[in-house]
């Protein structure tokens, strides 16, 4: 199988280079300088037509947004390496939720955080408080989770733990601090030893 990853260092694809790491994926990488608007080349837009990092090409066919190329990854080779479970059980539906509840429920807040804290003209108090009761609510949510447990779906290890971890993460540098959740504060910390987490990715 052949694996194209389109990405740039710092960004939304970095989640993907931890999770291919993790995994032990053979692949090629395309740097993408965002910065510099490769993503909005013709040939990038037939790639990705968001113009957006990450992507993969897997045997010449893209998939693109960081969630999807998560749920493929776990299902394609997490399986396989003892990540991900398997379909059919009680943890793959749970997997499923905590991977959506990370990307579309908890990232969205942390995307109005992030807004309503910037220094432009979005910037705006009150709409950062609001997003930060919101994230403290979700992050309330993860704390019951994790009390008890090692990771998100028990004693062992698991890509669900990556990206969580990784979009939480993330909102932390946004002004989402994990400080008053001690479980996932101490979570945080133990997902951060994982040696597909170090290096410059
Ligand atoms: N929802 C997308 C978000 C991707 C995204 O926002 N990528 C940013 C980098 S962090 C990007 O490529 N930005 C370039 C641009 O918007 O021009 C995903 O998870 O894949």
Known sequence: MSVVFYWHPMSSATPIACALAELGVAHDRVRIDIRNGEQRTPEYLAINPNGKVP???????????????????GDRFGVARGLWPAADTPERLQALSWCAWAYVTY?????????ATSDDALRDPRHAAAATAEATQLLDVL????AGRQWMLGAEYSLVDLVVGQVVGYG???GAGVADHPSVAAWLARLQQRPAMQGEV
């Open 55 to 73: 992507c993969l090409v897997v045997d010449g066919t893209p998939i693109f947004e960081g969630l999807a190329i998560h749920l493929w990854l």
């Open 172 to 174: 932390t540098y946004v």
């Open 107 to 115: 990232m969205a807040v942390v995307g109005r955080l992030r807004l």
């Open 143 to 146: 704390e019951a989770r994790l």
